[in-house]
């Protein structure tokens, strides 16, 4: 008889000190028909996953075959969003003193670099550049200049 109690009390207590979650299924399944759990929806067709691109960006071509995604103004948006690798970063706009345009997020690491001839992207947390020689179209086959600030002011 003393066994049975402990028996009955041990389960009793077992279960209360369980999470709710398991302990409703636990009781659940001690009941002779457990209802049946109900099928999740059926989740649609992996669509390809693409380069979330912002709307109304430029592109550039770097060196290696890299790519850029550039959206905003860069003569006058503190903030810029930027394509790369599969992810869009927002870039708020760093002073220099050199003249160079600089975009930098410091929670992401990169730091993107404008002078007049070209653009580079930068790695603070690999400790390298990840892209170089990043130019737009116009800037290729016109041998126009960077759209940089900088180049706004000496005009």
Known sequence: ???????????????????????????????????P?????????AVAKEDPVPE???????AENEKLNIAGNMKRDAVLTMAWKGKNYKLPRQTTTTGADRFYDAASGL??????S???LFSHREHGRLADECK??????DAAKAPTQSNELLK
């Open 1 to 35: 008889m003393k066994k049975l109690c402990l028996t009955a009390l041990l389960a009793m207590f077992s279960v209360a000190a369980l999470p709710p979650a398991v302990a409703a299924e636990a009781s659940s399944s001690t009941a002779k028909h457990a209802a």
């Open 37 to 45: 759990k109900k099928k999740a929806p059926a989740k649609k067709a």
């Open 56 to 62: 109304g960006a430029e592109l550039w071509s770097c």
């Open 111 to 116: 730091d993107l670099v404008v002078i007049p």
């Open 118 to 120: 070209k653009a580079m």
């Open 136 to 141: 737009t179209q116009a800037m290729t086959d």
